[in-house]
């Protein structure tokens, strides 16, 4: 079999191209809010929507709703309850992080008990790419175009946010208001991602894409372009990988970004362990034939 007949291969089945699709609008979606995730140290974040979306799908599930309206009720819920609890009390961010999606997480998974299919359960804990609906497409598609659109029109906004809310303040922008705007386009996404890698997975996809572009360039508008790349290309490679190996297909996607980042953390050539003392080892030598040939 040649190389063009294996890629073509997978493709001449509709359920791979649903489930490409999908893949490749979660990958892309996911990527580019996570480069503002990572620059605003808002992992936990992340981590916390993801999983506190899982009671709404399992209600979605028992009253015959679409999983992204019952998700994204609940992510928002808990992004609320998250600032509420700040705010409102002497507990801090990090804490009320982990009392609120812990619980909602909780939540869910005693909804989910009461439902008597165990396919369902790992449908939602672990993703279920090549089970994907053409109506279930529809839904991420139409998420993913929402976020990358709100994401491209506040570009400038959320960036300076990131960098520095007081000088954002200073001119004319709010930021709490920035904030809670991210925090949704958060949910949003968790809702896109958890189609293709399920609850458990989706926080990998929110945060890796970002902290290898991250170590890649110190330019915030490049991490932007080069973070959708790598994970667009990890998407293709986890998934061929699923099919030719028989593994599951979104944890494929995950491992696939995993082991991107580790390369990067590796050898990067400026930020990676190795490419950097490579980098300091050549400076060392440079000086010293320069300091061999110069005239006494």
Known sequence: MTAFNLLLEPMSYDFMLRALATTLIASIVCAVLSCWLVLIGWSLMGDAVSHAVLPGVALAYVLGAPFALGAVVFGFLAVALIGAVRDTSRIKEDAAI?????????LGLVLISVVPSHTDLNHIIFGNLLGVSSSELLQVTVLGVITLTVLAAKNRDFTLFAFDPTHA???????????????????????????????????????????????????????????????????????YASYYLDTASGGMVVLSQGAAFALVYLFSPRHGLIGRRLSMRRRREMVNTSSSVAPH
């Open 98 to 106: 982990g009392i609120v999606f812990t619980t909602l997480f909780a």
């Open 169 to 239: 303040h200073a001119l004319g922008l709010n930021p709490k208001l920035l904030g809670a705007t991210l925090l949704g386009l958060l949910a949003l996404t968790s809702v896109v991602a958890l189609q293709a890698v399920g609850v458990v997975l989706v926080v990998a996809m929110l945060i890796i894409p970002g902290a290898t572009a991250y170590l890649l360039t110190d330019r915030f508008q490049r991490m932007l372009l080069i973070a959708p790349a790598i994970s667009v290309g990890c998407a293709l490679v986890g998934l």
